[in-house]
């Protein structure tokens, strides 16, 4: 078992760019979602998913597009990005029976330019 | 978005003490989450707590979730160098939304 992979590992983009993040898990979990992680902000929700074709907006969506037509799968769009769009981002997924234990992926450090 | 505020932001002890931090939120929570992330990984589970007044154990790791519903405690209990990382509280409010505290970072200082 992979558990919750992503890539990339680092990006850099300029200003205006668009790019996708990836999220596989093969766990056959049905919530996945995505977190950014700024300094001193812990993490916030940006998008969720409780399973294939079904997804919904987190605290902090703007900006972000995501999509679900897997159950493994969960990419991240971004579709102008911003320098304020500079973080660390976290995919996780669980199953969706009770104990909302979140597995997560290693994380993509974003920077835009 | 819920506001999960996390008490020290940051500590620095010795090898062996005690380590005790709060969680607490304006709203009541029915499911307390403690994280812990090392530097440059994802977080991981280190307790779960399902009811209020429950007190959950884990190792050297203990968490309560208070009665009010509104706050968590987690204890670390004679610290090690490995215990070095940022502690966080979460919980799952309005069903499937997700909030993480803002943190409290542990170092251990041989």
């Known amino acids: 078992n992979a558990g919750v992979t992503q890539t990339p590992k680092f990006q850099v983009l300029k200003t205006g760019q668009s790019m996708t993040l990836q999220c596989a898990q093969d766990m056959n979990h049905e919530y996945m979602s995505w977190y950014r992680q700024d300094p001193g902000m812990g993490l916030r929700l940006i998008h969720y998913?409780?399973?294939?074709?079904?997804?919904d907006q987190g605290e902090v969506p703007n900006g972000y597009n995501v999509s679900r037509s897997t159950t493994e799968d969960f990419p991240l769009r971004l579709l102008s990005a911003a320098p304020s769009q500079t973080s660390v981002y976290f995919c996780?997924?669980?199953?969706?029976?009770?104990?909302?234990?979140?597995?997560f992926g290693p994380g993509t450090r974003l920077t835009v330019l | 978005g819920q506001q999960l505020n996390q008490s020290p932001q940051s500590m620095f002890i010795q090898e062996g003490e005690d380590v005790s931090m709060n969680c607490t939120s304006s709203s009541i929570f029915n499911t307390w989450l403690w994280y812990k992330q090392d530097p440059g990984e994802g977080p991981v589970l280190l307790i779960a707590l399902y009811k209020a007044g429950e007190l959950t154990s884990n190792g050297r790791l203990t968490a309560q979730f208070g009665i009010t519903r509104k706050d968590s405690f987690l204890n670390i209990s004679a610290s090690i160098p490995s215990d070095v990382g940022i502690y966080f509280c979460?919980?799952?409010?309005?069903?499937?939304?997700?909030?993480f505290g803002t943190g409290t970072s542990l170092t251990v200082i041989p």
């Open positions: 979460a919980g799952p409010y309005t069903g499937n939304q997700f909030y």
């Open positions: 998913s409780v399973g294939a074709g079904i997804t």
């Open positions: 996780a997924s669980s199953d969706l029976q009770g104990t909302w234990e979140q597995f």
